[in-house]
């Protein structure tokens, strides 16, 4: 018995250690974790009055001035609508913003940013200044800033750039200065920028660029945008010929001639893909200028004002793939002879302008075309050989013509395929007789679920306009038995024959009438003159005519 009590006092003992060791673990558990929020806690601050923080980003709107007690963890930090004027030198440097990666100062009043402004955010990636009045920023204002990617400066009213503006920035990739008051692009603007990749300068007041060396330095720029900048007429020779990766170059929306470009002014640019001259007032392509970039692939010269298109226009471009001649009204035929020159040509583009008729092969030196869009024009006729030779071609948009009925071969030389789309739309189709051989060849060649898929019937059906019965009706669910131009029945005159008869009855009647009214008159006339004759003779002497009783109610 003194043994059972022995290992009762042992279990005892036992589960009182085990106990007193849980316990243990629990409270260093718990003193583990409050250690850690109170170094969380002591590392933090508080959000800045009158911002608004989460998570790390801080946004203070409307501020005044740079708050001093901004959480140095924050990553994002956000001024909109802000109220303050300048940027000192060294604004952040007291901050402590180390892990800084974006800064967004926009949608205020900032006019001036001094140099160094942007000392101490050597994380920042991206700054955005845009929709301010910026007007004068410091040649030194952005050292310092060596991870910097992103700029944002459009929507401000700068008017120069100083030589070496952003050479504080070695890896921007990005800046836009569009919607500013530039009027010149000076010498080594933008040295030092060499990964540079996009640079937009839109919408300002350059009317000339003749410095070569404007654009010096960006040896890996990719993009230059110089859209509307309306006042733009002059471009020098080789302003560009240091852009050596350049792919894309936009010039829309400007004052440029053909007169405006030589041999020389895209000298240098051998990787350039795609040109874009819409809204010039070039009136003429400027061809020569071509030779410099025989490697061009895609070329927009949309509202250009072009009066022709020669032969020879595009014979130094050999290896375009994209042209684009809409909206030039005074363009009336397809440049057959241009396009024999471009057997590479994929997509060809010429709406909206005065053309009236594909005569036959116009297409037969394009074989490798895929898109052809001819709309809003004055299209309505298409030669039965006019698509000739479109046999690759996978998107053909005739929409918004003149026509009214099409050959049944027409379009026999395109090739069916799963991604075909043919836009037959809001032309004034004719659904009579003309339409039977189209319709027929239709129904003929593709199922009912593919010329629902090919001619976009859901979306953008082609409707007859006539005749009268068949008016808005999807040229497509008209049975082509009842397609035809019978002559309309004989129409019944034999009413009209009747009214004319009894017309010509009365007229004969009132003819004869006046007749005999006449003649009578006649006699009556006559045989009262041989009573007065009779009378005088009577009386023997026409001196007495005067005593002679003569009264007009006399009966004779």
Request: charged fraction near 20%; aromatic fraction near 8%.
């Given at each position: 018995?003194g043994?059972?009590?022995?290992?009762?006092?042992?279990?005892?003992?036992?589960?009182?250690?085990?106990?007193?060791?849980?316990?243990?673990?629990?409270?260093?558990?718990?003193?583990?974790?409050w250690?850690?929020?109170?170094?969380?806690?002591?590392?933090?601050?508080?959000?800045?009055?009158?911002?608004?923080?989460?998570?790390?980003?801080?946004?203070?709107?409307?501020?005044?001035?740079?708050?001093?007690?901004?959480?140095?963890?924050?990553?994002?930090?956000?001024?909109?609508h802000?109220?303050?004027?300048?940027?000192?030198?060294?604004?952040?440097?007291?901050h402590?913003?180390?892990?800084?990666?974006?800064l967004?100062?926009?949608?205020g009043?900032?006019e001036?940013?001094?140099?160094?402004?942007?000392?101490?955010?050597?994380?920042?990636?991206?700054?955005?200044?845009?929709?301010?009045?910026?007007?004068?920023?410091?040649?030194?204002?952005?050292?310092?800033?060596?991870?910097?990617?992103?700029?944002?400066?459009?929507?401000?009213k700068?008017?120069?750039?100083?030589?070496?503006q952003?050479?504080?920035?070695?890896?921007?990739?990005?800046?836009?200065?569009?919607?500013?008051?530039?009027?010149?692009?000076?010498?080594?603007?933008?040295?030092?920028?060499?990964?540079?990749?996009?640079?937009?300068?839109?919408?300002?007041?350059?009317?000339?660029?003749?410095?070569?060396?404007?654009?010096?330095?960006?040896?890996?720029?990719?993009?230059?945008?110089?859209?509307?900048?309306?006042?733009?007429?002059?471009?020098?020779?080789?302003?560009?010929?240091?852009?050596?990766?350049?792919?894309?170059?936009?010039?829309?929306?400007?004052?440029?001639?053909?007169?405006?470009?030589?041999?020389?002014?895209?000298?240098g640019?051998?990787?350039?893909?795609?040109?874009?001259?819409?809204?010039?007032?070039?009136?003429?392509?400027?061809?020569?200028s071509?030779?410099?970039?025989?490697?061009?692939?895609?070329?927009?010269?949309?509202?250009?004002?072009?009066?022709?298109?020669?032969?020879?226009?595009?014979?130094?471009?050999?290896?375009?793939?994209?042209?684009y001649?809409?909206?030039?009204?005074?363009?009336?035929?397809?440049?057959v002879?241009?396009?024999?020159?471009?057997?590479?040509?994929?997509?060809?583009?010429?709406?909206?302008?005065?053309?009236?008729?594909?005569?036959?092969y116009?297409?037969?030196?394009?074989?490798?075309?895929?898109?052809?869009?001819?709309t809003?024009?004055?299209?309505?006729?298409?030669?039965?050989?006019?698509?000739?030779?479109?046999?690759?071609?996978?998107?053909?948009?005739?929409?918004?013509?003149?026509?009214?009925?099409?050959?049944?071969?027409?379009?026999?030389?395109?090739?069916?395929s799963?991604?075909?789309?043919?836009?037959?739309?809001?032309?004034?189709?004719?659904c009579?007789?003309?339409?039977?051989?189209?319709?027929?060849?239709?129904?003929?060649?593709?199922?009912?679920?593919?010329?629902?898929?090919?001619?976009?019937?859901?979306?953008?059906?082609p409707?007859?306009?006539?005749?009268?019965?068949?008016?808005?009706?999807?040229?497509?669910?008209?049975?082509?038995?009842?397609?035809?131009?019978?002559?309309?029945?004989?129409?019944?005159?034999?009413?009209?024959?009747?009214?004319?008869?009894?017309?010509?009855?009365?007229?004969?009647?009132?003819?004869i009438?006046?007749?005999?009214?006449t003649?009578?008159?006649?006699?009556?006339?006559?045989?009262?003159?041989?009573?007065?004759?009779?009378?005088?003779?009577?009386?023997?002497?026409?001196?007495?005519?005067?005593?002679?009783?003569?009264?007009?109610?006399?009966s004779?």
């Amino acid at each position: 018995m003194g043994e059972a009590v022995d290992g009762s006092q042992q279990d005892l003992e036992m589960y009182s250690a085990v106990r007193a060791g849980k316990w243990t673990l629990i409270l260093r558990v718990l003193l583990l974790v409050w250690l850690l929020i109170g170094c969380e806690t002591q590392g933090s601050q508080a959000c800045p009055e009158l911002c608004e923080c989460q998570d790390l980003t801080v946004t203070c709107p409307d501020a005044t001035e740079i708050p001093t007690d901004i959480p140095p963890e924050t990553t994002v930090l956000m001024f909109p609508h802000h109220r303050f004027t300048n940027l000192p030198s060294y604004t952040f440097v007291p901050h402590d913003l180390l892990n800084l990666r974006e800064l967004h100062i926009r949608q205020g009043n900032l006019e001036v940013i001094d140099e160094n402004a942007f000392h101490g955010l050597p994380e920042l990636i991206k700054l955005h200044l845009d929709y301010n009045n910026i007007q004068d920023i410091d040649a030194n204002a952005f050292d310092g800033l060596s991870k910097v990617d992103y700029l944002y400066l459009y929507y401000n009213k700068l008017q120069q750039i100083h030589p070496r503006q952003f050479a504080g920035l070695p890896r921007l990739r990005w800046l836009s200065l569009s919607f500013n008051a530039l009027t010149d692009i000076p010498a080594n603007s933008f040295q030092g920028l060499e990964r540079l990749l996009t640079l937009y300068i839109r919408y300002n007041h350059l009317s000339e660029l003749r410095d070569y060396q404007s654009f010096s330095g960006l040896h890996q720029l990719q993009l230059l945008s110089l859209e509307n900048n309306h006042a733009l007429r002059t471009i020098g020779d080789e302003t560009f010929s240091q852009l050596y990766s350049l792919t894309d170059l936009e010039l829309g929306g400007n004052q440029l001639t053909s007169d405006s470009f030589t041999e020389a002014t895209f000298s240098g640019l051998h990787k350039l893909r795609t040109l874009n001259f819409h809204d010039n007032p070039l009136g003429f392509i400027p061809a020569l200028s071509f030779s410099a970039i025989p490697q061009l692939e895609t070329l927009y010269l949309t509202s250009c004002q072009l009066r022709s298109v020669q032969h020879e226009d595009f014979q130094y471009a050999p290896d375009l793939r994209k042209l684009y001649l809409d909206n030039n009204v005074a363009l009336k035929e397809i440049p057959v002879h241009a396009l024999s020159t471009l057997p590479q040509l994929e997509v060809f583009h010429f709406s909206q302008n005065s053309l009236t008729d594909i005569p036959e092969y116009s297409f037969k030196n394009v074989t490798s075309l895929k898109e052809m869009f001819i709309t809003d024009s004055k299209l309505s006729s298409i030669d039965e050989n006019g698509l000739d030779g479109l046999g690759n071609l996978v998107e053909l948009d005739l929409s918004n013509n003149e026509l009214t009925t099409l050959a049944e071969t027409t379009l026999d030389s395109i090739r069916y395929s799963s991604g075909l789309k043919i836009d037959l739309g809001d032309n004034p189709w004719a659904c009579d007789c003309h339409m039977r051989d189209f319709l027929q060849w239709v129904d003929e060649r593709f199922t009912p679920r593919q010329i629902q898929q090919i001619f976009n019937i859901t979306e953008h059906q082609p409707k007859c306009l006539s005749p009268p019965q068949y008016a808005g009706s999807s040229i497509f669910e008209i049975p082509t038995h009842d397609l035809n131009c019978k002559a309309p029945p004989p129409k019944d005159i034999s009413h009209e024959i009747n009214q004319r008869r009894v017309t010509i009855g009365s007229c004969v009647s009132l003819a004869i009438v006046v007749i005999l009214c006449t003649v009578g008159g006649i006699l009556f006339y006559r045989r009262r003159q041989r009573k007065l004759r009779e009378m005088l003779r009577r009386y023997g002497s026409r001196d007495n005519v005067s005593s002679f009783p003569l009264d007009d109610n006399v009966s004779i």
